[in-house]
Each structure stands twice: as C-alpha cells, then as structure tokens.
C-alpha cells in the first residue's frame, strides 16, 4: 500500500520560514518523482516545487523561485520544501505528490501518481 505522508504546516507570520516533509513509502515503480502542489479554494491544484526521480529535471512555480528549496534524502523517499519570506499568498493547502509526474522546467503535473493528504499553511500579515 502506497503512502504519502506530509508533515509541517500551520500558521506562521508574514516573513518567516517553514519547512514542509513528505514521506513515501510503498511504492514499488522504478522510479518516479516527486513534488509538492497546493491548493486554495475555488482553484485548481498548482505545482509549486517538483523534482524528477533523477535529479535531472525540476521545476519552480514562478512564486517559488527564490524563496523555496527543495531537499531530498539519499534513498528518494523524504522530500523536504523549505518556503523563506512567506507572504499572505502563500496562504494554501500544500500536498505532496510521488509517483508518476510531468516534470519539466516549465512545467508539473501529477499524472498518475499518489497524493498525500495535505497539510494546511497559513501566513498571517
């Protein structure tokens, strides 16, 4: 059974930093990427950070650029999303995705891959 956990979150003020972290496990594909979404009411689903299997192709939202990194531990099953200089548009719910993804500079897309449950954040001005 293919889980994705994520874990962090939650309110933080204007400004400041929070870290993000997305467990996989049980997933049997050779390899797959990796990713972080979020998601505000009423608007689709939106790649923020992804990452192939490889290391080779990633992707940063035009928001992420500069301010958010991603790290991910030698086995490919943690990835970590580190958001500095937080803004109220920051506001949303983040979802971490592993599995089959479009990851290209330009863009992400989650084809066929798992969700986790999504963890909410919430900036404060």
């Known amino acids: 059974q293919v889980q994705v956990v994520e874990s962090g979150g939650g309110l933080v003020q204007e400004g400041g930093s929070m870290r993000l972290s997305c467990t996989v496990s049980?997933?049997?594909?050779?390899?797959?990427?990796m990713g972080w979404f979020r998601q505000t009411p009423g608007k689709e689903r939106e790649g923020v950070v992804c990452?192939?299997?490889?290391?080779?192709?990633?992707y940063y939202s035009d928001s992420a650029k500069g301010r958010f990194t991603i790290s991910r531990d030698n086995a490919k099953t943690r990835l970590d999303l580190v958001m500095n200089d937080l803004s109220p548009e920051d506001t949303a719910t983040y979802y971490c995705?592993?599995?089959?993804?479009?990851?290209?500079?330009?863009?992400?897309?989650?084809?066929?891959?798992?969700w986790g449950q999504g963890t909410q954040v919430t900036v404060s001005s």
């Open positions: 990452i192939s299997w490889s290391g080779s192709s990633s």
């Open positions: 049980g997933l049997t594909l050779d390899d797959y990427g």
């Open positions: 995705a592993a599995g089959s993804l479009v990851v290209l500079p330009t863009t992400c897309r989650n084809e066929f891959g798992y």
